[in-house]
């Protein structure tokens, strides 16, 4: 299995502001996921993370608003940029090897006042 | 693209089985999985199935499969205070994509 560290956890913001999430893996992983799980909702992929190549962005999902960087097989971070109260949602990062079974971090809870 | 579908809410008493079903729509789905969401938790990765399996045993924790019909469900024995949780379930595509679709999921409540 892979262990999964979501930084920061929580977080009250200001609209128009932006927030970096960093989601570390304990192991290298060839396949990182970041999701949005929206109050009382379920989870809603944003984007996959590829490594050395740009993140591929799912349908209502874009790069201005949410970029994603992955250095390494270890590390990657997804920024919410210029938020709005509609952002306000838990982002969770999950991370597999081979792609078949995923493992998540414990989210980051965005709170956009 | 793949629909998921679950109950919203499953109540039973401490002791008692629980069983939480899901349907899914695309029959390439290779993998399906059972996650578990406490409050204020990520998710815990319970179980998982291949599509080429019936049935899954884990403990407390029994996984069936009917391709045909396209349903998964979980099946918790001696269900505990502990167990109450919002379980999801998620599939698999055969596809390049590997990432996962979720289901709604179910609130789980387990009254003493």
């Known amino acids: 299995s892979a262990v999964i560290s979501q930084k920061p956890s929580r977080d009250i913001c200001q609209r128009g502001t932006s927030l970096t999430i960093q989601c570390q893996v304990d192991s290298q992983v060839t396949m990182m996921f970041w999701y949005r799980q929206q109050p009382g909702q379920s989870l809603t992929l944003i984007a996959t993370a590829n490594q050395g190549s740009e993140a591929t962005y799912e349908s209502g999902f874009v790069i201005d608003k949410f970029p994603i960087s992955r250095p390494n097989l270890t590390f990657s971070t997804l920024t919410v940029s210029n938020m709005s109260p509609e952002d306000s949602s838990i982002y969770l990062c999950?991370?597999?090897?081979?792609?078949?079974?995923?493992?998540f971090g414990a989210g980051t809870r965005l709170s956009v006042l | 693209g793949e629909d998921v579908e679950q109950s919203l809410f499953l109540s039973v008493r401490e002791g008692d089985s629980s069983v939480i079903n899901c349907t899914y729509t695309?029959?390439?789905?290779?993998?399906l999985y059972w996650y578990k969401q406490e409050p204020g938790a990520g998710l815990q990765l319970l179980t998982y199935i291949f599509s080429n399996m019936d049935m899954k045993q884990d403990q407390r924790l029994t996984v069936l499969l009917n391709k045909k019909d396209k349903h998964l469900s979980l099946r918790i024995a001696d269900t505990q205070t502990g167990d109450s949780a919002i379980y999801f379930c998620a599939v698999l595509m055969d596809t390049g994509r590997r990432a996962l679709t979720f289901g709604s999921g179910t609130r789980l409540q387990v009254q003493p």
């Open positions: 695309d029959s390439s789905s290779t993998y």
């Open positions: 999950s991370a597999g090897q081979g792609g078949n079974i995923q493992y």
